[in-house]
């Protein structure tokens, strides 16, 4: 009778973490990565109201973000001024061949050494100093 008790009760133990486990699971699926994958779905709708000047819309997609506190119904117009001159920025960046954000962080972290500092690879603090004069006498 006790090899039974201690059956079940071992089973029910096994039941009752796979349970856990198994909320614990989804629970964490619901992270910021999630989060994330929800931003981007929601871009191309946000960046489509801010376009067509629809602050209405603009505010039903961005109740839960951080960006609500900030833009009001008030200067609106003036986030869609920003968003436009972002836009003509980055044709022009194109248009120049310049490297964006993304394609300078990749060159940064491809140069780095190990633990992250800059080594050999990046000709170290002499040649650094180098190119922040030679940036500096660009204009």
Same mark, same amino acid.
């Given at each position: 009778?006790?090899?039974?008790?201690?059956?079940?009760?071992?089973?029910?133990?096994?039941?009752?973490?796979?349970?856990?486990?198994?909320?614990?699971?989804?629970?964490? +699926?619901?992270?910021?990565?999630?989060?994330?994958?929800?931003?981007?779905?929601?871009?191309?709708?946000?960046?489509?109201?801010?376009?067509?000047? +629809?602050?209405?819309?603009?505010?039903?997609?961005?109740?839960?973000?951080?960006?609500?506190?900030?833009?009001?119904?008030? +200067?609106?117009?003036?986030?869609?001024?920003?968003?436009?001159?972002?836009?003509?920025?980055?044709?022009?960046?194109?248009?120049?061949?310049?490297?964006?954000?993304?394609?300078?962080?990749?060159?940064?972290?491809?140069?780095?050494?190990?633990?992250?500092?800059?080594?050999?690879?990046?000709?170290?603090?002499?040649?650094?100093?180098?190119?922040?004069?030679?940036?500096? +006498?660009?204009?």
């Amino acid at each position: 009778m006790t090899n039974i008790i201690s059956k079940t009760s071992i089973s029910i133990a096994v039941i009752a973490s796979a349970i856990i486990l198994s909320v614990a699971f989804v629970s964490a +699926n619901n992270t910021e990565e999630n989060k994330k994958g929800q931003h981007h779905e929601n871009k191309a709708e946000i960046q489509i109201a801010v376009e067509n000047g +629809n602050y209405e819309e603009f505010a039903r997609l961005t109740t839960e973000k951080k960006i609500a506190e900030k833009i009001t119904a008030e +200067n609106f117009p003036k986030f869609q001024e920003l968003h436009s001159l972002q836009k003509q920025a980055k044709e022009i960046r194109e248009e120049l061949e310049l490297p964006n954000k993304k394609e300078k962080n990749k060159k940064c972290n491809r140069n780095k050494g190990e633990n992250g500092e800059s080594g050999e690879k990046r000709g170290g603090r002499e040649n650094n100093k180098n190119k922040r004069d030679n940036r500096n +006498n660009q204009f």
